[in-house]
Structure formats: C-alpha cells, structure tokens
C-alpha cells in the first residue's frame, strides 16, 4: 500500500487545499461586498442632515444585517482558511470603514433625536390645534 496510499493522501491533500482555497475566496468575496456596502453607507451618513430624513429603520437594520453577515463569515473562516493577501487586504479595510462607522454613528444618533425631538413638538402643536378647531366648532 506505499505508493497508491501515497497518491491516495496527496489527492486528499490537494482536495482539502482547493477547499481551503475556495473558501478563502469566498470570505475575500463577501467581504468586499460588505466593504462596498459600508463604504456607501458612510457617503450616506456623513451628508448633512437633510440627508438624514431619507434613512428609514428599514434601512439601519439592513446596516446591521451586513453587519453580522460579514462578522459570521470572518468568524467561520478565520478558523478554516489560511490568510492570504487579498483577504487580509479585505479585512484591514472593514476594520477600517468599522472604525469609521463607530466615529459617525455618534453624531448620526444625535441628529436622529434631534429630528425624533423636532417630530414630537410638531404632534404636539398639532394636537393643540385639532383641540382648539375642536372647541371652536362646538362654540360656533
């Protein structure tokens, strides 16, 4: 059994290094899709405010949904794949567009209650005026 055992772990060896290689491209795939993602998203939360109107809840939670798609896919393939430039190349720039991220989201969070606060005085003004046209029309 020496020489076609032989074989026999080589081909196996070659088999779980393609694996291993797949894997590790498809790691270096989603991450650059979450990179792109998240590169955009930083354009959107920089503008100014007027920007801000437009960004629903749907919206942050599509955020984080990418979010933990990219961390589950570094988490599992971290384990199984050897790094390699690309993907390392990949994973300094989420570190990065992250860091960006936890730098704007401060100041997204502060527009967001000053819009939140804006919002809750108008209700209120408006349901002043709806007591008011009612009681002016039972008077009348």
Do not use: C
């Amino acid at each position: 059994m020496g020489a076609g055992g032989a074989r026999r772990r080589r081909g196996a060896y070659l088999a779980s290094d393609s694996v291993t290689a797949t894997m590790s491209t498809d790691i270096t795939a989603n991450l650059r899709l979450a990179n792109s993602s998240l590169r955009a998203w930083l354009v959107r939360l920089r503008a100014e405010p007027v920007g801000l109107t437009e960004i629903q809840a749907k919206d942050l939670h599509d955020l984080l949904a990418e979010l933990l798609r990219a961390s589950g896919a570094l988490q599992n393939g971290r384990r199984e794949s050897p790094a390699d430039a690309e993907l390392e190349t990949e994973i300094a720039e989420y570190r990065s567009h992250l860091e960006a991220l936890s730098k704007v989201l401060p100041n997204v969070q502060g527009r967001l209650l000053a819009e939140r606060a804006r919002l809750q005085i108008e209700q209120a003004q408006l349901a002043a005026r709806k007591a008011w046209a009612e009681a002016s029309r039972r008077t009348f």
